[in-house]
């Protein structure tokens, strides 16, 4: 269904906050993003941090994505607002301001799913783009393998047991001395080294699934660092050693994705979240799909990080007339994709 007009997007499920503007059809108007950068002293997000930031930032980055579009608050048709899942005190501060400001325009408000906001990424990059989809979500908080069958129907095929790529990224580059968020250090720091320097173990289940797990690959790679640190293993440059360690995680990923391709025959892969900035994953990505006949999709690197474009594009295309719903959303920090949204459930 299109909306008979804009709509709005509202994203604060971490540590960027950000604002963005739909067309009725799903294209993006605005699309503006402020990433928090206090947390760098810190080694990770502080969720009472970064709820205090969201709290003091989003209108202003409200009004500005506004006026980028350039729209009013009455040309709008709705607002959709990230309600999970992400840090319970980010998120209610989207979801308040959302609330509040759909009730006092008496327009609908759409409750989004981060992870669904991720997984329509390749939609904004190539709104041309047929179907089915298989999106690889990979991020500091998420890793997830996604089948995309239309807009707003997917199954998840695959996730982490563990930690997140990203969050192994950015645990090991706190060992190496590098600030958060780890990972553009850790893509620099190896882009020009040796991938087979340094052998780390990749964990792959049993079975036919897709699983991902990133600990063992992290408890290995702090091991083997603090053994080189002491003389106990020969001595690696640190470009090779990073790229060594960059090339496991991508191999990891990698992996999984190129199966369900072949195993589920699959046209269309596609990259989404954080970690898909990363120029080895996107390299690796395009090269199979070039060798393989397949269509890659990797998106723009403000596509890639948590953003409100997203959000007001699955907006668009799950907004209904009735508003009735907007008092019960609320925020779902463990809301998984696929699941239906709490407000809904009826028991």
């Known amino acids: 269904m299109f909306t008979p007009g804009p709509i709005l997007g509202i994203e604060t499920s971490c540590d960027e906050t950000a604002a963005a503007v739909a067309s009725p059809d799903g294209r993006i108007l605005s699309n503006i993003i402020f990433s928090q950068t206090l947390h760098a002293a810190y080694g990770g997000v502080v969720p009472e941090l970064a709820s205090r930031e969201h709290s003091g930032r989003l209108p202003a980055i409200v009004t500005e994505a506004l006026s980028a579009a350039p729209i009013g608050w009455g040309d709008l048709a709705g607002i959709a607002v990230t309600a999970g899942p992400g840090l319970v005190g980010c998120l209610l501060v989207g979801v308040a301001y959302a609330r509040a400001a759909a009730r006092a325009r008496g327009i609908p408000l759409i409750g989004v799913n981060h992870l669904e906001g991720h997984a329509h ?52 580059g706190k060992l190496l001395g590098f600030d958060y968020p780890a990972g553009p250090a850790i893509d620099r720091a190896g882009e020009d080294g040796a991938a087979n320097a340094v052998a780390f173990p990749k964990t792959r289940f049993e079975g036919q699934g897709y699983d991902f797990s990133f600990s063992g690959i992290k408890t290995a790679a702090a091991l083997d660092w603090d053994k080189r640190q002491r003389g106990l293993l020969p001595a690696v440059e640190m470009k090779d050693w990073v790229a060594s360690f960059e090339q496991t995680i991508v191999d990891s990923l990698t992996q999984n994705l190129f199966r369900a391709a072949d195993d589920q025959s699959i046209p269309t892969v596609a990259l989404a979240g954080g970690v898909a900035r990363n120029r080895r994953l996107r390299r690796v990505v395009t090269a199979w799909a070039e060798r393989t006949g397949r269509h890659a999709i990797v998106p723009p690197p403000e596509w890639c990080a948590d953003n409100a474009a997203m959000i007001a594009a699955v907006g668009s295309y799950r907004w209904q007339p009735d508003s009735g719903d907007a008092p019960l959303i609320d925020a779902v920090p463990n809301w998984g994709l696929g699941e239906p949204p709490p407000w809904m459930v009826t028991t």
């Open 121 to 172: 990424t390749p939609a904004l990059t190539d709104p041309e783009l047929g179907y089915p989809q298989l999106v690889l979500i990979v991020s500091g908080g998420h890793t997830s393998l996604v089948m995309v069958e239309a807009p707003g129907q997917f199954q998840c095929l695959g996730r982490t047991r563990d930690d997140a790529a990203g969050e192994c990224f950015d645990k090991v």
